[in-house]
């Protein structure tokens, strides 16, 4: 952590210096050096501090470098801010870890041995059930969303965020519910290998792989690239988590396998490279759209809370970190206010923020610093639950909550229904397989 403290220091000097690749750098840096003193003491590749710290740090330094126009210099108090919540997160996460756990080597090994039963027929026809379950159930409701709204996101080329549109309230969170059927297959799969039967042998595999197709075609449907990546992020991550291990060759693969359907999807999201070049205003107009979206995507998120820094009139006292309860409860049709709070961010078009933007939209910088220290405690529990499972199920939920560390930078994941929902139903798959 001192590293990091010294880092920070020296690339907010250098940015206010203007020196700004230099200070991004310093920064990405930083992150690199917390991830590896994670990994190398537990040789855990998805240690969830260690995501945390290399994607929210690492995402701040690549904002850093200033590409665009839109971005602007900090202030002093977004400065502090950012730096206190990654403070806060590791810290808590550390305390209880030497608390609960100790601090020799040995310590650090035995809470990242992995178990689960993988001999158990009756939870691997549970998990296969489920699958089909969730599938069904997500098929259902896109169909009525299809019918009640008289479109389908695939087939309305030339119809500018026609995907955003399709949506009803309610019923949304069963459709995109399908992103947890390739992390159950993971799990399904992995179980049958370890009982030493052949993977081709098993009638189950087969209707796994197709359950699994039927749930990535979803997605599709609704030309939704986060539902893509999240659901393929999730099973990565699954994998790891059961397994241990990743071989690089398989990254290169889904990379490739994954670059074209990530641009297919904008292509029929009718977003064209004029279109995205003209909303991100990059300083050099010649960079290639395959660096500047990615980019974007990552680094106006920390502009978006500056703007929200800057231009706050007052505080929201925890309305906003609620939205998952007048969502789910339909209170906010009930009362409106609940939920009407405007949006800061560079501009309209770019609404995507970092994972504490809520937190000081109620509580300003004491929010930052609660919702870290939260986060760091919950990673750590996570952790200890997951020592030794006797349901595999529990890998699942590991791996959603690498998935949200890993995109710390993205967007309020804590603060979204959606993400409770994923939570719920992957605890209620969890009971059912294990009982």
Known sequence: MAVYLICYIVSFILARQHIYVL?????????????????????????????????????????????SRLQTDWSTETWICLGLAVIAFWLAFEVLTRLLDGWSAADMQSVYRWFSSGDSPLQAKRILISMGAVTGVSYLAFFFEAWRLGFVPLFSYGVPHAYSYFHISGVHYFTVSCVLVPSLFVVYSLMIARRGRGLTRDHGFWLAIALTVLSLAVPVLCVSRFQLILAVGMAVFTYISMSRSFRPEYGVVLVLLMIPAYL?????????????????????????????QPYMYIANNYDNFNCLVEQLPSHSWGLKMLFPVWALTGLKFLVPSL???????????????????????????????????????????????????????????????????????????????????????TALIYFYVRS
């Open 264 to 292: 297919i999807l904008t292509v029929l999201r009718s977003h064209s490279v004029e279109y995205l070049n003209g909303i991100f205003e990059m300083k050099n107009s010649r960079m290639p759209i395959f660096i500047t």
């Open 339 to 425: 939920v009407n709070f405007p949006l800061y961010v560079t501009k309209e078009e770019l609404t995507t923020v970092t994972l504490f933007y809520d937190a000081f939209y109620d509580f300003g910088v004491f929010g930052m610093v609660l919702l870290g220290a939260l986060l760091g405690a919950g990673c750590y529990y996570v952790v200890r639950f997951c020592r030794k499972l006797d349901c595999p199920v529990g890998h699942v939920f590991y791996g959603q909550i690498a998935m949200y560390m890993m995109l710390a930078f993205f967007t309020t994941w804590f603060s979204n229904p959606a993400t409770w929902f994923y939570l719920a139903a």
């Open 23 to 67: 200070s991004g750098l310093v920064l990405i840096g930083a992150a690199l050096w917390l991830y590896a003193g994670d990994y190398i003491r537990t040789r855990n590749l998805i240690h969830l501090r260690g995501l945390f710290c290399l994607f929210f740090v690492g995402g701040q330094g690549i904002s850093c470098f200033k590409l």
